[in-house]
């Protein structure tokens, strides 16, 4: 229908769909491409990243857009991008010899598909044929990302959705007044529960609840604790420093191999059914699994389409994510465009 277009990914937004429809879904190093214009839902993990049917696509238009913008205060400096640049590795435009390509263990919960191994390990051929080493990780504080996820984004959805009061932003509704009751409250009540839909209410309450001061340590501050862990183990993992925290990576474990790029399936299963997704209750979100801890990390993710699912009944399309150190944007969509081109020969 278009040549690309825009999305926005807080926890996998663009990534899953790009995953289930069997496109290329690009969610950007945060800070990389402005997100001025969007309505704010978790200032510290919404980004605005490119959907196409190819790694090309998505190139092209990212270069253009991946620029600084003094509208968007998140927004990372040229100095900043230059510095991230300058330590990601040289690729050649035939091959990828020297590139390390790690593949966490933990990215393969009990709740994956059958289905998807297979694709994920077309990609890792690829990535083999095309000269890269092929390494095993481990990034343990991977099991507990989705539920910092869902708290911190939750705490800031209720704080940044606060300003649809029907006063100054969002829809408004009339109450009409009465003998009792206060007129301005019951309007701003109503207000809210016909603006929103019931998943955004269930988020706004969820979020609300976090940040109460006899919950704000056990939930909101846990949860930065694990989002700080998460970033710490893509640190330990990655060759290359991340710049916007620090001059050089802490040091990786002695059995932990120093990687440039990571591996994983998108997602834990095919696109699921709407009728299944909707008796699934809570455990719809579990989706998000594989998709969380790079946003969490402000990391730069690409999902390509590997191949449709042989062992799914419905044979509908698996995506495979390639994820980099922060700012090596560039590098992970270079080496997706040539892993789709090998795919494809």
Known sequence: MCYAALGTDTGG??????????????KPSYGLISRYGVV?????????????????????????????DARDPASASHALRSNASSHSPRLSAAHLNGLRVGVPAEYFPSELATSVITPTRRVLSALQSLGATIVSVSLPSTPYALSAYYVIACAEASSNLARYDGVEYGLNVTVQRTRSGDTATRSYAATRTQGFGAEVRKRILLGTYALRADAFDNYFQQALRVRQLVRDDFNKTFRSPDVRF????????????????????TAIQPAPLIEDNAKQGLDAYVQDVLTVPASLAG??????????????????????TIVGQWGSDDMILRVGEMVEMSLRS
């Open 13 to 26: 937004s663009i990534r899953l769909p790009a995953s289930y429809c069997g496109v290329t879904g690009f």
């Open 246 to 265: 620090m001059e050089s990576p802490p040091a990786a474990a002695p059995d932990q191999p120093d990687v440039d790029i990571i591996v994983h399936p």
């Open 40 to 68: 704010s839902f978790a200032d510290s993990l919404d980004c605005v990243g490119v959907i196409a049917k190819t790694t090309k696509r998505v190139r092209t238009v990212a270069e253009v857009i991946m620029v600084p």
């Open 299 to 320: 990391l730069p993710a690409l999902s390509i389409r590997s191949e449709s699912s042989v062992g799914d009944r419905r044979g509908w399309p698996i995506g495979v």
